[in-house]
């Protein structure tokens, strides 16, 4: 069974860093044949797009998180990294990752519908 793990989230202040890890688990899920989206979520707000990698096309970054947060993949296609730097307090959420079939083409910044594995996520707080 395709599963979605991410770990990473925590507490820090406003112009640290986190890096947030989302690891495939299931016999055929890797990274190679699936893309991966990261959303967050705020307090009473919608569930919103931050990046996306394909290794068929590339990277997107929303506007918001562009130059301070990078995706990136590990050799083996089966972990997507999403370092977080220069964090404010309005990055605070919970992450999602999410995957997506590659051959499903255009849709990667969402809405959150296009990706149809998700994993539990995890909480980054950042305090001014």
């Known amino acids: 069974q395709e599963q979605l793990l991410e770990s990473g989230g925590g507490l820090v202040q406003a112009g640290g860093s986190l890096r947030l890890s989302c690891a495939a688990s299931?016999?055929?899920?890797?990274?190679?044949?699936?893309?991966v989206g990261w959303f967050r979520q705020a307090l009473g707000k919608e569930r919103e797009f931050v990046t996306a990698?394909?290794?068929?096309?590339?990277?997107s970054y929303a506007d918001s998180v562009q130059g301070r947060f990078t995706i990136s993949i590990d050799n083996a296609k089966t972990t997507v990294f999403l370092q977080m730097n220069s964090l404010k307090p309005e990055d605070t959420a919970v992450y999602y990752c999410?995957?997506?079939?590659?051959?499903w083409g255009s849709g990667w910044t969402g809405p959150p519908s296009e990706y149809p594995y998700w994993g539990q996520g995890t909480q980054v707080t950042v305090s001014s």
């Open positions: 990698l394909r290794l068929s096309s590339g990277t």
């Open positions: 299931g016999r055929t899920f890797t990274f190679s044949t699936y893309g």
């Open positions: 999410a995957a997506r079939p590659i051959s």
